[in-house]
């Protein structure tokens, strides 16, 4: 067998001498990389606009519809990629309004190391960013989501955002395929790929980016910072489809750093509006979500948020979350932060005043703003807020064990809890908002099989039609606290005091 005259796809991606072995290359086996082989790399060359007008253009499918066995999540994502056209990048985002994301000023597309990513396309991908991921990331999907109105139009300045927008794009699309779809390898593949420029291109500006300050390179500065934690942001969320893997713990010590930074610099203004507002807050929530099941090295100092307005008023309910974490762990470990003072302590009033006015105000702003959202019936989002307020009480009482378990104020809010849940007239309404007080009202239906047998199916919704993330890991905790029996001491009756038994045996799971 002769020797191919020419180095792999792999190698020349790569840049590096390809040693040329069949019947793959060597240096990629060595590296636990797929090689390609040694095909010619065939280009497409686009047609003439006059001879593109003879034939229109035919709907790009991701998925056949001959193929058995496809679940509803194909079915889905095959209905919303049959409206992109082969010859434009134009992407319905919102109640039909149009919105067009150009590729970044300067990309160069790369080789592709996989002979089949064009079967999923790069206008594909963004379409299921904006219409689909961006959906699932915010409290409520409507016409002022600040992923599409402040990250989508980043992708066309930076390359950095640009394929960091790509590779959750794939990475959501490679956990919700089926595991006998044909195109599940290829989303794997196309998500390395940009997962690795994203990483690469960070990097750089963590490396050039100019840090002294200087009033001439504000702007610039300030424009790098926003890229910079944008597509940082991005693959958090991008890890947080693979949790067990840890590796979204990087990614959140590196927003951490560039935030800490910038808090320090002039160029960064909080509280005006806009971009940095929402990254600083999609930064503190990220903080906040792990630890609540998790010990990760944050510092506890306040950041200065933006006022909350609008649907971001569910921001108050994240900062009285971080509130009872940080007294909770604080009582436990004996530890003392001077500058958190006015968090040494919190009593049951002050627990139930502070919730009942964030609830006041959101379903205030709420009134105020009445939503036109695509996550679901406009009439659901009280009940979604009463959801999160009884979660929150419950988790206070818990945390703070300002409450036993006999107690009749217990009883009552573990029962409007699941008032509120089962009044949401559908599982998949208002999902994104569903899973941290499901997981409460599972934690708080032990003996209870009728209770356990609803949230467990809710669960399962959210996870199936949805997205898993890490949310079979929570139905196993779950699970295993139902199970256990119940003639345990009083300092290990609480969920969060099992939990951290587990955490002993590396039996993690994140909330989210």
Not at 375 to 388: L, N
Not at 448 to 466: C, G, K, P, T, Y
Not at 483 to 501: G, I, K, L, Y
Request: aromatic content about 10%; charged content about 20%; proline content about 4%.
């Amino acid at each position: 067998m002769s020797t191919p005259s020419r180095d792999c796809q792999k190698c020349r991606l790569r840049r590096i001498k390809c040693d040329r072995s069949l019947p793959t290359c060597f240096k990629c086996a060595s590296r636990s990389l797929e090689c390609p082989g040694y095909s010619r790399e065939i280009k497409f060359v686009s047609e003439t606009g006059r001879e593109s007008q003879k034939k229109p253009a035919k709907p790009i499918q991701l998925h056949s519809s001959t193929a058995k066995g496809m679940n509803l999540t194909e079915t889905v994502l095959k209905g919303s990629f049959q409206q992109l056209d082969n010859d434009t990048k134009a992407l319905s985002l919102f109640h039909g309004l149009g919105y067009q994301i150009p590729m970044p000023t300067g990309y160069q597309e790369a080789a592709s190391s996989s002979n089949h990513s064009y079967l999923i396309t790069k206008p594909q991908l963004l379409h299921h960013f904006t219409n689909f991921i961006a959906a699932q990331l915010v409290w409520v999907d409507n016409l002022q989501n600040p992923w599409r109105q402040y990250i989508c139009p980043l992708t066309s300045k930076s390359p950095c955002v640009f394929h960091a927008v790509l590779a959750i794009a794939a990475a959501n699309l490679h956990v919700k395929l089926g595991s006998n779809s044909p195109h599940k390898s290829f989303s794997l593949n196309i998500l390395r790929e940009h997962h690795q420029r994203a990483l690469d291109l960070v990097t750089r500006y963590l490396i050039s980016a100019r840090l002294d300050g200087e009033d001439a390179n504000a702007r610039i500065e300030l424009q790098a910072f926003r890229e910079a934690l944008a597509a940082t942001l991005l693959l958090w969320h991008l890890e947080m489809h693979f949790p067990s893997s840890s590796l979204w713990r990087l990614h959140l010590r590196t927003a951490q750093a560039l935030v800490y930074h910038f808090r320090r610099s002039s160029t960064l203004l909080l509280g005006s509006g806009g971009c940095d507002d929402f990254l600083i807050s999609e930064f503190y929530c990220a903080t906040i979500w792990p630890r609540l099941t998790l010990n990760v090295e944050i510092d506890d100092m306040v950041l200065n948020l933006p006022a909350t307005h609008g649907t971001d008023a569910f921001l108050g309910f994240v900062q009285l979350m971080h509130r009872i974490i940080f007294i909770s762990r604080a009582t436990r470990t004996g530890g003392e932060n001077n500058t958190m003072n006015h968090w040494s302590s919190m009593d049951i009033t002050e627990l139930e005043a502070q919730a009942n006015d964030i609830r006041q105000s959101v379903i205030s702003n709420q009134n105020v703003k009445p939503l036109t959202t695509s996550s679901g019936p406009s009439s659901d989002i009280v009940h979604v807020i009463d959801a999160w307020y009884y979660a929150i009480l419950l988790y206070g009482y818990r945390a703070l064990k300002l409450l036993n378990g006999s107690d009749a104020a217990l009883q009552k809010a573990q029962d409007c809890l699941f008032a509120s849940l089962s009044s949401i007239s559908s599982p998949l309404s208002f999902a994104q908002n569903q899973p941290w007080p499901v997981f409460i009202a599972r934690t708080e239906c032990v003996g209870d099989a009728s209770r356990q047998l609803w949230v467990e199916s809710r669960l399962l919704a959210l996870i199936n039609f949805v997205c898993p993330l890490d949310r079979p890991r929570m139905l196993e905790f779950l699970k295993e606290w139902w199970a256990r029996p119940r003639s345990v001491s009083d300092q290990t009756a609480c969920w969060m005091a099992f939990r951290e038994e587990r955490a002993k045996f590396g039996k993690e799971f994140v909330i989210w």
